[in-house]
Structures are given as C-alpha cells and as structure tokens.
C-alpha cells in the first residue's frame, strides 16, 4: 500500500491567519464552520489563540483567554491585529481585535505563560458517566453547519426537538471531538468550549435567538497534557445560573478522557424571547 | 438636630476619576486600599466600570468586565483609556487600558447594554447560611489594608492562621459589605467579585505569593436590583476547581439578602508555592 500524505484537516484551514500588511495577519472564514449568522464562535475564538501562538514574539501558552463578540463576522477576509501590551518574566498580556474593511467585529485579550511545578490538585470531579462508544452519536439540524464538524455523543441534556417541552435544569454534559478525529492542541480545544448549544434552548424546549456575547477560557492543561489526549473524545459539561432580561451566563468544564481537566469556560449570551 | 451632609465614601474617592488631556481620565490610587503589592484589584476592576459608566458616550449598564492585570499599579496618579469599539442597538463594546506614565499595568474590556424583559429563571440555589447577625465579625489581618473597607463575616473557609492546616476543600462563603455600609451600585458589587482572599491560601493553610491574572464578571442583576440591596450585606461563595502548575481558576457568585444573584465572577489567579 502506498501511503499518502493526509490533506491537512479542515480545523486547520479554518484558523488559517498569513501574515499581511503593517503587521496584521489575515484570515478567512470557512463555509465549513458557518453558524445562523457569520461563523462558529469557537473557531473565531481559536484563530485568536493561533494568532498569539504564530507571532514571533510570543512567549509561552494560552493561560486565558477572553473573546467578545462585537459584531456578526461577514462571510470572506478578516485582519486580526494583536499587540502585546505587557511581557513579564513569566508572563504575557495581550489585546487582540478582528476586523473586517476596518470594522472591528470582534475583540480580544490573553493571557499566555511559561508554567513552573507547584503544589498541584483537582478539586472537581469528573461526572461519572458511561464512556462514548455506550453514548449514541447524535447530529445536529442540519442548518447549523459548523456542528457537522464535530462527533457530539449527549450523555445528558441534548438539543431539544419539537417534542421536548420545558426542561428543569440547563445541564448538558457530552463527549465532544473533532469530526473527522484530529490531535487536540491549544486552538481546537478553545473551540471546543464553545460547542454547547445555548442552554436557554434546553430549558424551554425550543429555539430562539441567541448569541454569545462574551467568551473566557482558563487553560488548565499544558501542552503536555493536551498532547497527551490524542484525537480521543473530551468530556465537556455545562450549566447557567441565570437567564434576566436578555442574557444568561453559562460555566462548563472540559476533560480529557484520562480525567484530566484540561479547561474552565464561561460565556455570557444574549438571548431573545 | 441639624443634617449634616455625610463625607463622600471612602470608596468613591478610590474609584474617582477626573477627565484629562485627550480623552483620558486619571485617578489616584488610595493608601486605604493598598494591597501586599499596588491596590486591591476588586477597585482597579471598579475604577474601570466607573470610567466607562461616567463616558459620554456609554449606552445602558454594565452586562460583562473582564480585567487582565499585566503589572503591579505604582502609589500615585493613574490614566485610564476606554475606547468604543463597537456601538449596536442594545449594547456597546469597550477596550480600556490604565497605564501610569505610559505604562500599560491593566487592561480590560467591556460590554454594556440596555436590558429588555425576556423569561426569567435562577438556577442556581442560594446557599442556605445564617443572617450575617449571627456570624462573627472577623478582620483579615493588618498588613492588608483594603480589607479594614469591607465588614466580613464568614460563614465557612475563613482566612488560615497558623494553626490551620490544608483544607479539604477551597469554599469559602461570606457575607460582605462595604465599612462604612454604602448603598451598592455596579462598581460597588465589581469590586465585592474580587474580595475573596487567594484559594490557595485556604487548601495549604498558608500564605504565599499569589495574585490575580484575569477577572471576569457577569452582571446578572439589573440597576433596579442593585439599587434595591441598598447598604445590606451580599452574599459571596467561591471556589477552586483546579490548581495546577502555578495558576488556579475561581468561580464565585454574589447574592443579595433578598435571594437575587447579582452577579457571577470567575477569576484566574497566579500563585508561585
């Protein structure tokens, strides 16, 4: 059998940024990874922590990071600038913003770090839940593009169909990973965090306008420990405490199956109805 | 008897902010709320509400903050920036920096917004504790200034002393309010996200370096809500879930006495032990 090279992965293009002019680099949004208006939130996100991680500057990795969702991304080009605003010895801050003809539709800040041993411990538990083979594959309505890349197994908490009625609780707890199975890094598990449809759905049965407003990631992990989860499924859970007047806040954890906690993540969405 | 007029509010003299030269406005940090090193972080965080709250420009209330502390704040003046980076409909997007002599020491972003009535639900369950009455008044030790501001009484997972030990756990839950008591309002309750004293110091029964890299809050409550805790105690509940190779994450929630979550806040925290 002759082996051939693969094509890189679908992911890959999609967070894709080449340098450009006065220090920008520029990327271009995916048919592949569309959402209801502009793309998938997770891979803007993504293309975020690619741009810190490719700038030649860069020191260390992702540690935070907080995306906030100015403007729907129109389909086509867009500049992202990020500038450093501070390096420390172990540290740095950055601020980010994505543009498109000049129109900032998305800003940014991260953190990034050189990690140092410590006294170490994990002090949530991983849910206790049957492994992905024994949890049925379950796809998402068609019109959401950017979930056909992704093998989403619902342990509980799926997204509701027209049956469903009002649900008591916002959990949803899934094994998630890239469809077709890719290595995890940095960038893909940023996007992962923000795979969970908006739970305001889940509690009342239906779809409705929603949309993240903001986005934080705290990495756990080090790239050691997200190296080391392969292209195997990832645990992720989330839940919201309150929907008032037009937002409701979501917190989710994201595990590797080794029971690693590879990450924290909230957002705060803007919903309508 | 003769009404005196009561003296401007500690607080309010270390959230102050005068405009200056090119759109700039500058404050000055307060000895009374110095930290082990520069200022309490919960009134950094308030300072930039309060800068883009007094904004010309500003459209509705606080809806999320996320602040990044890149470096410590000096003593003396300090100049905050807040750009509009996005204006819609019904909320508006801002960049902030604080810089002292052109120095960039923290940086923030946010999104205000004008809330409109939607279905509503808490999720979440307030903690079921006794009235702060019947808790203990007890004060953080003098070399931390900021904290004599704020009346504590803590209900589980108060501040070690020597005798302490490791903790199982990282919970803490407090009531809390400004000393002197002050009528809450945004940067009031942004600052009271930020008074739980470093996790870690409660799981290793110790003290160590450790400081705040990046705080998010999510505004829950509207200003009507805000306005109606008036001067009573909040509610505040917080938690680690993992420590790991000097950074761990905290998720809090405040409450107000009346059962309302105000707010939920989440925080990435550096500690070197």
Redesign the interface.
């Known amino acids: 059998m002759t082996e051939i090279a693969a094509p890189p992965h679908r992911f890959d293009a999609a967070v894709a940024l080449v340098p450009a002019a006065d220090g920008l680099v520029r990327g271009r949004t995916l048919p592949a990874y569309a959402n209801m208006v502009g793309p998938f939130g997770g891979v803007t996100a993504a293309a975020f922590v690619r741009a810190v991680q490719q700038h030649p500057d860069r020191l260390g990795d992702p ?2 990071l ?1 995306v ?1 969702y ?2 729907p991304i129109a389909d086509g080009d867009f500049d992202i600038t990020a500038r450093i ?2 390096t ?1 010895r ?2 740095q ?1 950055w ?1 980010l ?1 994505l543009a498109q003809e000049g129109e ?2 998305t ?3 991260a ?1 990034f ?1 050189i ?10 538990d991983m849910p206790s839940v049957p492994s992905p083979d024994a949890v049925p594959l379950q796809d998402l309505p068609d019109f959401i593009a950017w979930a056909r890349n992704y093998e989403m197994r619902f342990v509980e908490g799926a997204i509701p169909d027209e049956t469903s009625g009002e649900h008591p ?2 959990t949803t707890t899934l094994w998630v990973r890239d469809a077709p199975a890719r290595p995890l890094d940095f960038p893909a598990l940023t996007s992962l965090c923000d795979v969970f449809y908006p739970r ?1 759905f889940l ?2 049965g239906q779809y409705m306008a929603a949309g993240t ?2 986005l ?1 990631v ?1 990495f ?3 790239a050691e420990e997200i190296a080391a989860q392969g292209d195997e499924y990832v645990l992720g859970t989330a ?9 409701f ?1 979501q ?1 989710a ?1 994201m595990w590797g199956r080794d029971g690693t ?1 590879l990450a ?1 993540t ?1 957002q ?1 969405v ?4």
Do not use: C, P
């Not at 990690?115 to 949530?124: G, Y």
């Not at 839940?239 to 937002?247: D, L």
């Not at 803007?270 to 109805?273: E, L, M, V």
């Open positions: 540690i935070s907080t906030n100015a403007a605003m501070r420390n172990s540290n801050h601020t913003e900032v539709k800003t940014a800040t953190v770090g990690r140092r041993d410590t006294w170490s411990d994990t002090e949530t609780d916002s305001v509690r009342r407003v903001s934080t705290y756990h992990a080090d839940r919201s405490r309150r929907f008032s007047r037009g937002y806040d917190t954890q906690l924290s909230h705060l803007y919903f309508k109805g």
